[in-house]
């Protein structure tokens, strides 16, 4: 009884001290339920948390290893670099930390240490950086492709650079000023002029193409017929009739008397220039087929087509070696080179792949673009190439498809482009604007927009396709107001003449 009656005493205590303090504080009384209820978490705080209530407690120690202590300008301790500053967290509760699964608990685990400053900045070191990952990255796998896609072309706004400062005693990244790129001055070009008009197809005029010995060059029509023209003249030689629809692809083989051509009905056809008939048909194609190339070296035709698939053809045998498969939508365009990659294409799906031509499989594909790929062109003395669409050109370089630069500034549907051993890039568009430029430094040089035929609509002013001549001292457009328009370079034109306006000023480059 006695012992009851003390407790019930405390508690009565404690509540009466409770209750007046809370009154002092705030000049009015608390209610007996919300001072029981503070009572009882005070209880069950002290019984159930009081012996860790004051853990983890904050030991420094400083282990001095020699040298003098300094002060900053600002009258600050410093310690010299010789010394080393340790924080220990000690644990001095009564509740060690519970153990794992199957894990033993030791001395150890009642002090846990934090790494020292030279131990941060060491491991900071060790640790590849994002520039050395990106050098690194290559394209192994669609997966990754897609997780970095543009990386190394996005990653940093012009003008600056995210750097990790491995040195110094400074562990975090900076942001430092990173030297503003600059072109470099282009080569001067001679403006090119049109000379010729060439009349004679009754549609579109959808491709070109010049036949090795330079004699004469071909063309397909949407009036579906393939037509081949004297070249210094320009005089008609021959009309070729088979197809059933647009004509969209010619080429010349350097190897053998044939003509290939494809289309819209579906349709790869081989043309014996002995004869001037049909030789082979190549069936396989589930749609109609944009465009085709020939291997340099061997007898291996390439054609791609709106059913999402390129196709390897053995020339002679007629057999489909590979469908390259992996494009989710048309594939508009397919070249081919004697080095690896060997084949190149481009489709509507804004990707560009690079093939791997034995195993008939994507080596690289590149997802910079964001609009349809509709043109790409090979240089033929560099290891390089460029790929049109109406967001850019954009330059690439082999064998992976590291990003160059961008060609900014012609801005509509790019359907073609060629280039020349002298650094000559033509692209041609839809509105029936043609841009030439600088090769290696991207400089435009000129500008073309050339009158329609007589008769035909401004609104049928549009460029499908466009080559050199084999000497390159002509270039050929197909245009929609079914002409073939030759160009050639001013003559009369110097430097002086037509000056490069240029200046070594600031590149302003699209962000994307």
Known sequence: EVQKHSVHTLVFRSLKRTHDMFVADNAKPIPLDEESHKVKMAVKLRTEYGSVLHMPTLKENLREKGGPNTVDPYGQKQYSGNQEQELEYLITGTHPYPPGPGVALTADTKVQRMPSESAAQSLAVALPSQSRLDASRTAAGVGDIYRHAGISERSQPPGMAVAMVEGGGNKNSALMAKKAPTMPKPQWHPPWKLYRVISGHLGWVRCIAVEPGNQWFVTGSADRTIKIWDLASGKLKLSLTGHISTVRGVIVSARSPYLFSCGEDKQVKCWDLEYNKVIRHYHGHLSAVYGLDLHPTIDVLVTCSRDSTARIWDVRTKASVHT?????????????????????????DTTIRLWDLVA?????????????VRAVVLHSRHYTFASGSPDNIKQWKFPDGNFIQNLPGHNAIINTLAVNSDGVLVSGADNGTMHLWDWR???????????????????????????????????????????????????TATEETHPVSWKPEIIKRKRF
Do not use: M, W
């Not at 073939?484 to 003559?491: A, Q, T």
């Open 360 to 372: 008939g499989k994507t080596r690289v594909t590149l997802t910079n673009h964001k609009k349809s």
């Open 441 to 491: 430094t991207g400089y435009n040089f000129q500008r073309v927009h050339a009158a329609v035929q007589p008769g035909s609509l401004d609104s049928e002013s549009g460029i499908f396709a466009c080559v050199f001549d084999e000497s390159e001292s002509r270039l050929l457009t197909a245009e929609a107001d079914k002409t073939i328009k030759v160009y050639k370079e001013d003559d």
């Open 324 to 348: 390259l498969s992996g494009h989710t939508n048309a594939v508009a365009t397919v070249k081919c080179q004697a080095a690896e990659p060997q084949v190149i294409t481009g489709s509507h």
